[in-house]
């Protein structure tokens, strides 16, 4: 049966070009209540957002990222793992908030942002925007910290770079679902190779037949590459996080 919201979902695709209109006001709050309006781990609310609009500090995160197109984004917001509001509330209180510091901690702010963030790239392109979720602001935690003055017990999770598209991406193939969707517990399919391979050629099909950056590619060479990068990147964030004060149990 025809399902809007469904069919949204199912028609999702990363923009990474950007006309030059910026997106209103309206615009945003209505992402900002959208991302609001999410589910929270035990209704804390642990995470902020940073409205990212200083093109100084726009090109920072470009250069953190090696992504400068995120500077054309008509938008660009940062999602933060945040603690350090409800350590405000537990200090006026006059209560000891050390359990703040914990790894359950950091792990509920990370979901929350993590959900919110997906709540506003479905609530963006209904609004007819488009988007990129970015981890790679993580290239340099520390820095991200100190250019937006994040205090203890908050992290830099994701960046969203939003606009209005300037360019409709080729929808990319996903797995066949008896890959990642089992029942009663964890099984990988009897014929996982033959599945795999037929993923492999399917999303080599995507990449071969796109407008911009044709290439062949596979699934199996995709994460081959991914588990070939330099295993010094990103090999500080342990102690950027603790740094912070998480993972502090
Ligand atoms: C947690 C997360 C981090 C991501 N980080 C980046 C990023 O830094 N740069 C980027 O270009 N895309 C990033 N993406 C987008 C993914 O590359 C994209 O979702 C994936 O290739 C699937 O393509 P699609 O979104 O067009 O379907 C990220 C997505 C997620 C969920």
Same mark, same amino acid.
């Given at each position: 049966?025809?399902?809007?919201?469904?069919?949204?979902?199912?028609?999702?695709?990363?923009?990474?070009?950007?006309?030059?209109?910026?997106?209103?006001?309206?615009?945003?709050?209505?992402?900002?209540?959208?991302?609001?309006?999410?589910?929270?781990?035990?209704?804390?609310?642990?995470?902020?957002?940073?409205?990212?609009?200083?093109?100084?500090?726009?090109?920072?995160?470009?250069?953190?990222?090696?992504?400068?197109?995120?500077?054309?984004?008509?938008?660009?917001?940062?999602?933060?793992?945040?603690?350090?509001?409800?350590?405000?509330?537990?200090?006026?209180?006059?209560? %000891?908030?050390?359990?703040?510091?914990?790894?359950?901690?950091?792990?509920?702010?990370?979901?929350?942002?993590?959900?919110?963030?997906?709540?506003?790239?479905?609530?963006?392109?209904?609004?007819?925007?488009?988007?990129?979720?970015?981890?790679?602001?993580?290239?340099?935690?520390?820095?991200?910290?100190?250019?937006?003055?994040?205090?203890?017990?908050?992290?830099?999770?994701?960046?969203?770079?939003?606009?209005?598209?300037?360019?409709?991406?080729?929808?990319?193939?996903?797995?066949?679902?008896?890959?990642?969707?089992?029942?009663?517990?964890?099984?990988? %399919?009897?014929?996982?190779?033959?599945?795999?391979?037929?993923?492999?050629?399917?999303?080599?099909?995507?990449?071969?037949?796109?407008?911009?950056?044709?290439?062949?590619?596979?699934?199996?060479?995709?994460?081959?590459?991914?588990?070939?990068?330099? %295993?010094?990147?990103?090999?500080?964030?342990?102690?950027?996080?603790?740094?912070?004060?998480?993972?502090?149990?």
């Amino acid at each position: 049966m025809a399902n809007e919201i469904i069919d949204q979902l199912e028609n999702h695709r990363s923009v990474r070009q950007f006309t030059d209109q910026p997106l209103t006001k309206l615009e945003v709050a209505q992402l900002i209540s959208a991302a609001q309006h999410a589910s929270t781990s035990t209704f804390s609310q642990q995470y902020s957002i940073i409205s990212v609009t200083d093109p100084k500090q726009k090109a920072i995160l470009g250069e953190i990222s090696g992504h400068h197109w995120l500077e054309k984004s008509g938008h660009f917001l940062l999602m933060v793992v945040d603690q350090y509001r409800n350590l405000q509330i537990a200090k006026n209180e006059g209560i %000891p908030a050390d359990v703040l510091g914990t790894t359950d901690k950091f792990l509920a702010g990370v979901m929350d942002a993590a959900i919110a963030t997906e709540n506003i790239m479905v609530a963006a392109e209904s609004l007819g925007l488009g988007g990129t979720i970015m981890g790679s602001i993580l290239n340099d935690s520390k820095r991200v910290i100190d250019t937006f003055n994040l205090p203890e017990l908050t992290f830099p999770l994701l960046g969203i770079a939003l606009g209005h598209p300037a360019v409709t991406p080729g929808l990319k193939p996903r797995m066949p679902e008896a890959m990642m969707h089992f029942e009663g517990g964890y099984k990988l %399919p009897a014929d996982f190779s033959t599945q795999l391979n037929g993923y492999d050629a399917a999303l080599n099909a995507y990449y071969q037949s796109r407008n911009s950056n044709a290439r062949p590619e596979s699934f199996t060479h995709h994460i081959v590459q991914g588990l070939s990068r330099d %295993p010094k990147l990103r090999a500080e964030l342990k102690g950027v996080i603790a740094g912070q004060g998480f993972l502090a149990d």
